[in-house]
Nanobody, 115 residues
Framework: QEHFVESGGGLVQPGASLRVSCVAS????????MGWYRQAPGKQRELVAS???????AVANSVKGRFTISRDNAQNMVYLQMSSLRPEDTAVYYC?????????WGPGTQVTVSS
């Protein structure tokens, strides 16, 4: 069964950096495209970054130049390094496999950007 556990969120000031992490199980991680999603209050969940099997990555325009996704296949982990954080980045961040649709979601990790 697919299982994802996110961690590393917190309360930070605008302009700060933060790295969130996710450990995955129940999937062939080395053969799986992974992504980071976020859901802000009152909004739909959106894909912000994805990383392929060989490490090629893509990010949403809203976070381009600020967010970087990476993966560690030996540890079944995927990371999202966030810099120059803005209040509009406030959301619960989730990792999951791609492509959609997904069948299981982790608890997410809350990232709050506020002064």
């Amino acid at each position: 069964q697919e299982h994802f556990v996110e961690s590393g969120g917190g309360l930070v000031q605008p302009g700060a950096s933060l790295r969130v992490s996710c450990v995955a199980s129940g999937i062939p991680f080395r053969l799986t495209i992974m992504g980071w999603y976020r859901q802000a209050p009152g909004k739909q969940r959106e894909l912000v970054a994805s990383i392929g099997l060989g490490g090629s990555s893509a990010v949403a325009n809203s976070v381009k130049g600020r967010f970087t996704i990476s993966r560690d296949n030996a540890q079944n982990m995927v990371y999202l390094q966030m810099s120059s954080l803005r209040p509009e980045d406030t959301a619960v961040y989730y990792c999951n496999r791609l492509p959609e649709p997904q069948t299981s979601w982790g608890p997410g990790t809350q990232v709050t950007v506020s002064s």
